[in-house]
């Protein structure tokens, strides 16, 4: 290889000559194409890099020698948007536009639209935290149709009133839980107080509409991010489709080619229509209540244990050989994967902030109904202790006729925004067992919220009343915590 070349690739690649590099400096279709090339080369990488970049026309030079031109590489981005618009785009060849991914920031979402964007399996999510952060009480979705609306002042009033709850109660709930819980010699007072904030945040979270805006960010690859903006694009709720068309504005300055054609799709937008508009009685979970319960159909202990135990080598009984399987599984290893050949559906009737964590879990499926009163609400146990339930239920009763009365004036997408987090939602969740392991052992944890944590404590007691010999093997947490005690 020229000096010339070798120069130019160190600006590209973390190593110009050995068989494992990574990229660097490139933009996202490029590097794309790069990785398509493969498939039709007997070249490398970097010998493909060096053809579409001089192919391209460009002048052999550094992106720091072009800094102030700033384009260093437009020749190799044009040849790789004719391959996208030829191969991916028109082909059909999408698994190429999985090598280009975007890092997104979506901030001042609202809660409710917060879970379409988060409704994506192939995608890498983070959010501002309802947990260690005490949310702002001027930032929430008003969104403009009501605005402009007979019913702005009930949207209003139904939004601040939650959101001054929330903040009044802060003090007096974080006095509480110091009374009853007093910093330990092992705590610092600066760790003490930040636990103590935190823990007021897991109580008075109940009472957060779910217009409340949080921050998300988002690395998504380009083929999961044109069905990601399609779906919001074809969404009943407008600020949904304001985040579509917002995504897709920002996203193509970073892969332009290959979402060209994210757009709304009529078949999706067809489905919300079909969907019920209001909540469905649960099926299983008995009425007026959250819980858990086991959906039929599912294999019997001995299928399931026999299919797990599947497996070249094991020719032990059934049960045997899934304990074989899960002997010396050590803190953090997942269960080997025949364990994904068994999976359960289980209906869950939840407050939606449990439902905000839990839907995060990509691996299993969830099929939610809207939010709406119709379940009713969660009280938060220690809203009871500290005196403050009366003022809670008249808040969610206030909350409940604000929603009946914007839906009735026309919108009931929008009407679900006014419902704090501590309304009711049911959704199905199904889950193979290898997923289940770690929803379980995760979500069951000490650091867990009190919401969550009974629920995958539940889904333990149906997984262990379906298969007790796989159960047993499950590292669940069976403890309660009246609060959750601040951590050293
Ligand atoms: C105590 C606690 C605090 C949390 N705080 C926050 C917070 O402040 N903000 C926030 O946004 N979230 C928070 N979360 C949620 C957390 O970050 C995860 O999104 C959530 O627990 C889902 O778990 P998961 O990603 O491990 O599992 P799943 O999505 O269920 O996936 C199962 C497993 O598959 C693998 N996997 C799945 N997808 C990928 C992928 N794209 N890349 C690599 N591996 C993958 C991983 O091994 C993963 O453990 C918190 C969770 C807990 C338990």
Aim: with cysteine; charged share 25%; net charge neutral.
């Amino acid at each position: 290889m020229s000096e010339s070349n070798r120069a130019l690739l160190s600006h590209y690649v973390t190593d110009v000559t050995g068989n494992v590099f990574a990229l660097k400096n490139l933009p996202e279709e490029v590097a794309a194409v790069l990785f398509a090339y493969y498939s039709r080369s007997n070249d490398g990488l970097r010998e493909n890099l060096i053809k579409l970049i001089s192919e391209g026309d460009l002048a052999i030079s550094s992106p720091a020698d072009n800094a102030e031109e700033g384009e260093p590489l437009a020749g190799a981005q044009e040849k790789a948007r004719a391959f996208h618009e030829k191969w991916v785009v028109g082909y059909g060849h999408g698994s190429v536009a999985e090598h280009a991914v975007v890092k997104l920031a979506a901030e001042n979402v609202s809660i409710l639209a917060s879970k379409l964007i988060e409704d994506c399996r192939l995608a890498s999510y983070t959010e501002k935290s309802t947990r260690y952060v005490a949310f702002d009480p001027s930032k929430a979705m008003y969104p403009e149709d009501i605005m402009a609306s007979p019913v702005a002042d009930v949207y209003r009033d139904a939004i601040k009133r939650l959101m001054n709850a929330y903040v009044d109660m802060q003090a007096p709930v974080i006095e509480q839980i110091k009374e009853r819980i007093p910093r330990t010699e092992k705590q610092s007072p600066r760790a003490y107080e930040a636990a103590c904030k935190s823990t007021a945040c897991d109580t008075l979270r109940y009472l957060l509409p779910a217009a409340t805006h949080t921050n998300i960010g988002l690395t998504i690859n380009a083929r999961s991010l044109e069905t990601l903006i399609g779906k919001l694009l074809s969404q009943p709720l407008i600020e949904g489709q304001q985040l579509g068309e917002q995504i897709k504005r920002e996203a193509v300055k970073v892969i332009p080619t290959l979402l060209k054609y994210a757009d709304r799709n009529e078949y999706r937008a067809s489905l919300h229509c079909a969907k019920p508009a209001r909540t469905a009685a649960p099926v299983a979970v008995p009425p007026g209540q959250s819980g858990v319960c086991v959906l039929e159909p599912y294999f019997d202990e001995e299928q399931a244990l026999t299919l797990i135990g599947l497996r070249s080598g094991v020719t032990r009984p059934a049960g045997e050989g899934v304990a074989a399987l899960l002997a010396g599984r050590g803190l953090h290893d997942a269960p080997p994967r025949s364990f994904e050949r068994i999976s359960l559906t289980f209906e869950i009737v939840m407050d939606y902030g449990a439902y905000r964590d839990i839907q995060r879990h990509r691996m299993a499926t969830l099929v939610t109904d809207n939010l709406t009163p119709a379940l009713g609400y969660e009280r938060p146990r220690d809203l009871e202790a500290f005196g403050l339930e009366g003022i809670f239920v008249r808040l969610m009763e206030q909350a409940h006729e604000a929603h009946d009365a914007i839906a009735k004036a026309g919108f009931p997408s929008e009407a679900a925004y006014v419902l704090p987090l501590a309304y009711r939602v049911r959704t199905l969740f199904t889950a193979n067992l290898r997923e289940l392991f770690h929803f379980i052992e995760l979500r069951s944890s000490r650091q867990g919220h009190p919401s969550y944590r009974k629920i995958a404590q539940q889904v333990w007691d149906e997984t262990n009343r379906i298969y007790p010999s796989i159960a047993e093997h499950i590292r669940v947490n069976r403890n309660q915590y009246s609060l959750t005690r601040p951590a050293s």
